[in-house]
T-cell receptor, first 113, second 114 residues
Framework: LAKTTQPISMDSYEGQEVNITCSHNNIATNDYITWYQQFPSQGPRFIIQGYKTKVTNEVASLFIPADRKSSTLSLPRVSLSDTAVYYCLVGDLLMDSSYKLIFGSGTRLLVRP | NAGVTQTPKFQVLKTGQSMTLQCAQDMNHNSMYWYRQDPGMGLRLIYYSASEGTTDKGEVPNGYNVSRLNKREFSLRLESAAPSQTSVYFC?????????????FGEGSRLTVL
C-alpha cells in the first residue's frame, strides 16, 4: 500500500505561488497521483490528477518527475480562499478494478493578506 | 444532480446505542466509500464497496458494519456506539475501472457519542 508524506503546514501570502511537495516512494506502476482540497466542515474536493510529467488545469499544476517518487502541487497566485488542507493521494487499483484511496494527514495551507 | 447525499447531518448518541448513517449517490457510480475524520486529522477509510453486492474493510473497520443496499445506496451502521466513534463521517463514490480515482464526497455526518 503506497503511502504519502507531506509537510504538515505551510504559510503564504496572497498573490504568491505555493508549491506543496509530496513523497510517495513506494508508488506502483499503475498508480495515479491525485490531490484533494478540503475546507473546514466540507468533504474533500478533487483538484488535479496525474501519472507523469506535468498536468495543468484551471486551478493548479502538478509536476511529477520521471521516477514518480514525488509530486509537487503548484497553486499560482493564491488568495485567502485557498486556505485549506491539501491531501496528496496515491491510489491502489485493486484486482476487482475498484480504487482504494487512503488519505494521509494533509498539508494545512494558510494564506495571509 | 444532488451528487452524494448523507443523512443525518448531525446525530448525538449515548454510549451503547446503535444507529445507521445513510448515503446515496445519483451519479451511477459503482464504487462507494465510508471515511471518518477526527478533529484536526486526515480521513481514514472505514469500509468500501467496489460494486453492488461487495464490501471490503478499510483501515479502521472495527465497530462498524456496512450494507450496499443497491447501486445507489451504501449505509454504515454502528451497533454499539462508543465515545471513540465521535467523528465526522464522509461518504464518497467513484467510477470503477477508470484509473482516475476521483472521489465525490458528501457533506458529512457529524456524530457525537456521549
Amino acid at each position: 500500500l503506497a503511502k504519502t508524506t507531506q509537510p504538515i503546514s505551510m504559510d503564504s501570502y496572497e498573490g504568491q505561488e505555493v508549491n506543496i511537495t509530496c513523497s510517495h516512494n513506494n508508488i506502483a506502476t499503475n498508480d495515479y497521483i491525485t490531490w484533494y482540497q478540503q475546507f473546514p466542515s466540507q468533504g474533500p474536493r478533487f483538484i488535479i490528477q496525474g501519472y507523469k510529467t506535468k498536468v495543468t488545469n484551471e486551478v493548479a499544476s502538478l509536476f511529477i518527475p520521471a521516477d514518480r517518487k514525488s509530486s509537487t502541487l503548484s497553486l499560482p497566485r493564491v488568495s485567502l480562499s485557498d486556505t485549506a488542507v491539501y491531501y496528496c493521494l496515491v491510489g491502489d487499483l485493486l484486482m476487482d478494478s475498484s480504487y482504494k484511496l487512503i488519505f494521509g494527514s494533509g498539508t494545512r495551507l494558510l494564506v495571509r493578506p | 444532480n444532488a451528487g452524494v447525499t448523507q443523512t443525518p447531518k448531525f446525530q448525538v448518541l449515548k454510549t451503547g446505542q446503535s444507529m445507521t448513517l445513510q448515503c446515496a449517490q445519483d451519479m451511477n457510480h459503482n464504487s462507494m466509500y465510508w471515511y471518518r475524520q477526527d478533529p484536526g486529522m486526515g480521513l481514514r477509510l472505514i469500509y468500501y464497496s467496489a460494486s453492488e453486492g461487495t464490501t471490503d474493510k478499510g483501515e479502521v473497520p472495527n465497530g462498524y458494519n456496512v450494507s450496499r443496499l443497491n447501486k445507489r445506496e451504501f449505509s454504515l451502521r454502528l451497533e454499539s456506539a462508543a465515545p471513540s466513534q465521535t467523528s465526522v463521517y464522509f461518504c464518497a463514490s467513484s467510477e470503477t475501472g477508470v484509473p482516475t480515482g476521483e472521489l465525490f464526497f458528501g457533506e458529512g455526518s457529524r456524530l457525537t457519542v456521549l
